[in-house]
């Protein structure tokens, strides 16, 4: 499945088979790029795990039911009855963005070759993949080959145009051959978006405290209480909610601290003692960071020069 139907028949010319390079011999040096192949094998695996944990769940028949919706203007398209035959629930409603949605963060803009020629052409179509890529966490643009689109157009000009929203703005592009197999995947993608919807929330209420106990929520109201009575009297005071947070901040400051040439995490600790936070660093004077303790002279005028000096 390539881009063949992108090419009139005007401008198909004849494969030149490319001349065959020899094979650079065992331990001579290569110009090409060294390929990841562990990451790659990883990746294969969890594509392999994925698809056999749906296939063992559709012959089990434990497959949960797919929830799509699709945009008002997919009401008249094959794709709608496609989608409800292979068992899925599909809802219509009207969506500023994109054609067809799996969940919050799936939102998917579909285009046949015709609709993706036209849309190149008059430059809509990326306006609409950064509106897709700005609205959802997993966008998606997903390209119907079918028979063609009767219109001319450079080959160079798709190639460009999706090397553009694949690289560029980091959406994938799904290619289908028509609105059935369209619709195979998009069931296939909806339950497999169910699946990890439902692990999330599962992983979600087994960290979340269990409330189930009056007490506890009796202890989580009265901390509640105590802070906002804290923030209402402008109280400078140590309340149960406001003692998660130091630790972590102070770890933070630290950690910028410590990036500075001849600090390190040892004399970014110091300094945080002797100044209180970062802005207090920020804001010590030359004498002050010299007789800061544990610090040293060197690291005090390095300090000093990079905040103050550039």
Same mark, same amino acid.
């Given at each position: 499945?390539?881009?063949?139907?992108?090419?009139?028949?005007? /401008?198909?010319?004849?494969?030149?088979?490319?001349?065959?390079?020899?094979?650079?011999?065992?331990?001579?040096?290569?110009?090409?790029?060294?390929? &990841?192949?562990?990451?790659?094998?990883?990746?294969?695996?969890?594509?392999?795990?994925? #698809?056999?944990?749906?296939?063992?769940?559709?012959?089990? *028949?434990?497959?949960?039911?797919?929830?799509?919706?699709?945009?008002?203007?997919?009401?008249?398209?094959? @794709?709608?009855?496609?989608?409800?035959?292979? *068992?899925?629930?599909?809802?219509?409603? !009207?969506?500023?963005?994109?054609?067809?949605? @799996?969940?919050?963060?799936?939102?998917?803009?579909?285009? +046949?070759?015709?609709?993706?020629?036209?849309? @190149?052409?008059?430059?809509?179509?990326? !306006?609409?993949?950064?509106?897709?890529?700005?609205?959802?966490?997993?966008?998606? =643009?997903?390209?119907?080959?079918?028979?063609? !689109?009767?219109?001319?157009?450079?080959? &160079?000009?798709?190639?460009?145009?999706?090397?553009?929203?694949?690289?560029?703005?980091?959406?994938?592009?799904?290619? +289908?051959?028509?609105?059935? /197999?369209?619709?195979? $995947? =998009?069931?296939?993608?909806?339950?497999?978006?169910?699946?990890?919807?439902?692990?999330?929330? $599962?992983?979600?209420?087994?960290?979340?405290?269990?409330? &189930?106990?009056?007490?506890?929520?009796?202890?989580?109201?009265?901390?509640? #209480?105590?802070?906002?009575?804290?923030?209402?009297? *402008?109280? &400078?005071?140590?309340?149960? =909610? *406001?003692?998660?947070?130091?630790? !972590?901040?102070? /770890?933070?400051? +630290?950690?910028?601290?410590?990036?500075?040439?001849?600090?390190?995490? +040892?004399?970014?600790?110091? @300094?945080?003692?002797?100044?209180?936070?970062?802005?207090?660093?920020?804001?010590?004077?030359?004498?002050?960071?010299?007789?800061?303790?544990?610090?040293?002279?060197?690291?005090?005028?390095?300090?000093?020069?990079?905040?103050?000096?550039?």
């Amino acid at each position: 499945m390539g881009l063949d139907q992108f090419i009139t028949p005007a /401008e198909q010319k004849p494969a030149k088979t490319p001349p065959i390079e020899s094979v650079p011999a065992s331990g001579s040096e290569q110009s090409g790029p060294v390929l &990841d192949g562990k990451a790659h094998r990883e990746r294969e695996q969890l594509a392999a795990a994925a #698809a056999a944990a749906s296939i063992t769940a559709m012959q089990a *028949g434990t497959v949960p039911k797919a929830s799509i919706i699709l945009d008002h203007r997919e009401a008249n398209s094959s @794709l709608a009855p496609y989608l409800k035959s292979m *068992g899925a629930h599909v809802a219509f409603k !009207h969506l500023t963005s994109g054609d067809i949605r @799996l969940s919050e963060r799936v939102l998917i803009e579909r285009k +046949t070759a015709r609709d993706l020629v036209s849309s @190149l052409s008059d430059g809509r179509l990326l !306006h609409q993949c950064r509106r897709l890529n700005a609205a959802a966490l997993r966008p998606l =643009l997903l390209v119907e080959i079918g028979d063609g !689109h009767g219109q001319a157009v450079h080959p &160079d000009a798709v190639h460009g145009a999706l090397a553009y929203i694949s690289l560029d703005l980091g959406m994938p592009v799904m290619m +289908t051959k028509n609105p059935e /197999e369209t619709a195979r $995947f =998009l069931v296939a993608a909806a339950r497999r978006e169910h699946d990890v919807m439902e692990r999330w929330a $599962f992983e979600s209420l087994q960290r979340a405290p269990n409330l &189930d106990d009056e007490r506890a929520i009796e202890r989580a109201t009265s901390a509640a #209480a105590a802070e906002i009575k804290a923030i209402e009297l *402008g109280e &400078d005071a140590t309340t149960p =909610l *406001g003692q998660r947070w130091p630790s !972590h901040a102070k /770890e933070e400051q +630290t950690a910028v601290l410590a990036s500075i040439d001849g600090v390190g995490p +040892t004399r970014a600790a110091a @300094l945080i003692d002797a100044f209180g936070n970062i802005a207090g660093v920020f804001a010590a004077s030359k004498e002050a960071l010299l007789g800061a303790k544990n610090i040293g002279a060197t690291t005090a005028m390095s300090v000093y020069r990079i905040l103050h000096e550039g």
